[in-house]
């Protein structure tokens, strides 16, 4: 039996400088800090930035409580209005917005001000969308995900602006673009590619993956959109599994695998990575 680990498997650099940031700033005081929403989607991560003195704040949790305190705007970014209410009650704000989604936030505003119909490809409940609907006139954006919403859009053609969010596939990007390019006059669409060039890369990569190896194990938590996506591309190669802790492995047998092939999404720390992958060679002998 063989593992192969990708090349561009776990953070990315947007991931990275956020973990990296918030464990600085908890080191620097005895405090608590809080992130506005959890910060990445991993829960391994977000236990150790816990036990660190980095608390999650919800959306049902009264903001009185920052008063005083430290708050960290995560990757996902946040709305305007959202970091006028942070900076209405905490004390200080970390702004660790990944550069992807501060570049997407930016292009929306541009647009919008100019006029422009916004439309987004993406997941509507997704907290980057939320944030990013915020730059945006609310009387003429729209989020679709699936072809079934373009039916749901104005029929009229006027300027529009199309971004993706930042952790889309990029065949469902191209799919529904095309779609809408036949549905309004195709003068009238700006195309903004904003999909961030670490989830093309990976994309891209566990493709070659899955064609290489007999089976794909995709490691990530189950709420990040970008592994989600990895593991739908993997699946409809090869055999794969998506695993969000080493235990999961219990459940899946890879005896009958000769090739074992690992990506894992962008908010996936590389010791994750190295336990799961080291479990699996204690496990069947490797």
């Not at 506005?36 to 391994?44: E, K, S």
């Not at 673009?177 to 999909?195: A, C, F, G, H």
């Not at 970008?226 to 047998?253: C, M, Q, R």
């Amino acid at each position: 039996m063989n593992i192969e680990i990708g090349k561009f498997a776990g953070f990315c650099d947007g991931v990275k400088h956020a973990v990296e940031q918030s464990f600085y700033h908890a080191a620097k005081t005895s405090d608590t800090i809080y992130v506005d929403g959890n910060l990445i989607h991993n829960p391994q991560t977000l236990d150790l930035l816990k036990k660190s003195g980095v608390e999650t704040l919800t959306d049902s949790e009264d903001m009185s409580i920052l008063s005083g305190k430290t708050v960290i705007v995560r990757a996902h970014g946040v709305s305007p209005e959202r970091r006028e209410q942070l900076k209405s009650h905490a004390s200080n704000i970390i702004n660790l917005t990944c550069k992807y989604v501060s570049r997407a936030q930016g292009i929306v505003k541009k647009y919008s001000n100019n006029g422009y119909r916004i439309i987004i490809i993406g997941n509507s409940k997704h907290p980057e969308i939320i944030g990013v609907v915020g730059f945006a006139s609310k009387d003429n954006t729209f989020v679709i995900s699936k072809e079934e919403d373009i039916n749901l859009l104005p029929e009229h053609s006027q300027k529009t602006l199309v971004i993706a969010q930042t952790t889309l596939e990029k065949s469902t990007f191209d799919r529904l673009v095309s779609l809408l390019q036949e549905k309004y006059n195709t003068k009238d669409i700006r195309v903004k590619n904003t999909i961030c060039n670490a989830t093309e890369i990976r994309q891209k990569e566990v493709v070659d993956i899955a064609n290489r190896n007999d089976v794909v194990l995709i490691i990530g938590g189950f709420e990040s959109s970008n592994t989600k996506n990895l593991y739908k591309i993997a699946s409809s190669i090869k055999p794969s599994f998506y695993i969000e802790f080493k235990e999961d492995l219990e459940k899946i047998d890879l005896s009958i695998y000769n090739n074992i092939g690992i990506m894992a999404g962008a908010s996936t720390p590389d010791w994750v990575i190295k336990e799961i992958a080291n479990e699996i060679e204690s496990k069947y002998s490797i």
